[in-house]
């Protein structure tokens, strides 16, 4: 039993309530709720791993964060769909900080993301990419403590019985008033069960407001054909 106890270990498969010790600085994510349940916000470097649907708000959820740090550049590897121009600019982006790269395969966009990590050029990365090895992982960690860059790994949900060796791991979900985020993995501190982060403050005219007359669920039915 011992044998098999240290392997897991070596393999980071298994996790240590002794690691909430860790420590370390933290830079606000631009939202007052999600920095008090991150015990004060994204760290500075490491991966963030996000698990989402696609066009849900997860790039909403961090256009706060990039806005607070686009001194370097912002580096955008694979992303699903066109990255438009106005919607950074809308948000106090700079664009001429933005990079866009679309490499061929994986295998290309995890070394694209290596490089500009560890460059010392960038202040963040996203990427999007479902299929990744722990060691490639591990890689990445090193090169954005190398960097001083912070890694967002953007991946659709995950059904895998071992978590990567991620900083944070952070699961959303659409809600009408934004976004219900859990969070299964947090380097320094226990897991999260799911919270309701609202946007109405930030982009009103994309949620539903939540007032008292507001149902609890809304129901549209489908339009009936005429009988005659």
Request: glycine share 6%; net charge neutral; hydrophobic share 35%.
């Amino acid at each position: 039993m011992y044998e098999l106890i240290e392997h897991l270990k070596n393999k980071h498969w298994l996790w240590q309530g002794s690691e909430t010790k860790y420590e370390q600085s933290s830079h606000s994510t631009g939202f007052n709720t999600l920095d008090d349940k991150l015990a004060g916000g994204f760290p500075p470097h490491g991966v963030v791993e996000i698990q989402s649907l696609s066009g849900i708000g997860e790039l909403r959820l961090i256009y706060p964060y990039l806005k607070q740090h686009d001194k370097r550049l912002t580096v955008f590897i694979n992303p699903p769909g066109i990255v438009q121009a106005e919607s950074l600019k809308c948000e106090g982006i700079n664009l001429e900080h933005v990079l866009v790269l679309t490499p061929k395969n994986h295998k290309e966009a995890l070394w694209a993301a290596e490089q500009c990590l560890k460059s010392g050029a960038c202040s963040q990365v996203l990427l999007w990419q479902d299929k990744l090895e722990v060691h490639q992982v591990r890689r990445l960690n090193v090169a954005s403590e190398t960097g001083n860059c912070l890694q967002f790994l953007f991946r659709s949900p995950q059904e895998s019985v071992f978590s990567l060796p991620v900083s944070l791991s952070l699961s959303l979900q659409a809600d009408p008033q934004g976004l219900q985020i859990s969070v299964p993995k947090r380097k320094g501190g226990w897991p999260l069960s799911a919270f309701k982060l609202s946007m109405y403050e930030s982009w009103p005219n994309l949620v539903i407001p939540l007032t008292s007359s507001t149902p609890s669920s809304q129901v549209i039915a489908f339009p009936q054909r005429m009988q005659g």
